[in-house]
């Protein structure tokens, strides 16, 4: 059974950088496709960015485009999040989520396993 941990929120003015990780235990992950997720208050949970198997292509949504990176290491089993140049708007709990398939799916009915969540909390 795959099992996902996020870890690295925190709180940060505005402009400051983070970097999430997703460790992974039970599976080797690089088998999975990976999407970050984040829900902010009272909002539906969103996709934010998402990397396809092994050494795969990746794909952000608009609202994160050129700040935020998602990246691999399988050598430790564990997808990162790195957010730069954040911004209130991005405070949310993130949430990595995994599916058994090469390529990323928008949708998060499309993932299988997911983790606890993390908080990232930006101030204004």
């Known amino acids: 059974q795959l099992q996902l941990v996020e870890s690295g929120g925190g709180w940060v003015q505005t402009g400051g950088s983070l970097r999430l990780s997703c460790a992974a235990s039970?599976?080797?992950?690089?088998?999975?496709?990976v999407g970050w997720f984040r829900q902010a208050p009272e909002k539906e949970r969103e996709f934010v960015a998402g990397?396809?198997?092994?050494?795969?292509?990746?794909v952000s949504a608009d609202s994160v485009k050129g700040r935020f990176t998602i990246s691999r290491d399988n050598s430790k089993n564990t997808v990162y999040l790195q957010l730069n140049s954040l911004k209130p708007e991005d405070t949310a709990v993130y949430y990595c989520?995994?599916?058994?398939?090469?390529?990323?799916?928008?949708?998060?009915?499309?993932?299988?396993?997911w983790g606890q969540g993390t908080q990232v909390t930006v101030s204004s």
């Open positions: 989520a995994a599916r058994y398939w090469p390529t990323v799916e928008i949708p998060r009915t499309n993932y299988d396993y």
């Open positions: 039970g599976r080797t992950l690089s088998t999975y496709a």
């Open positions: 990397i396809n198997c092994y050494v795969g292509s990746t």
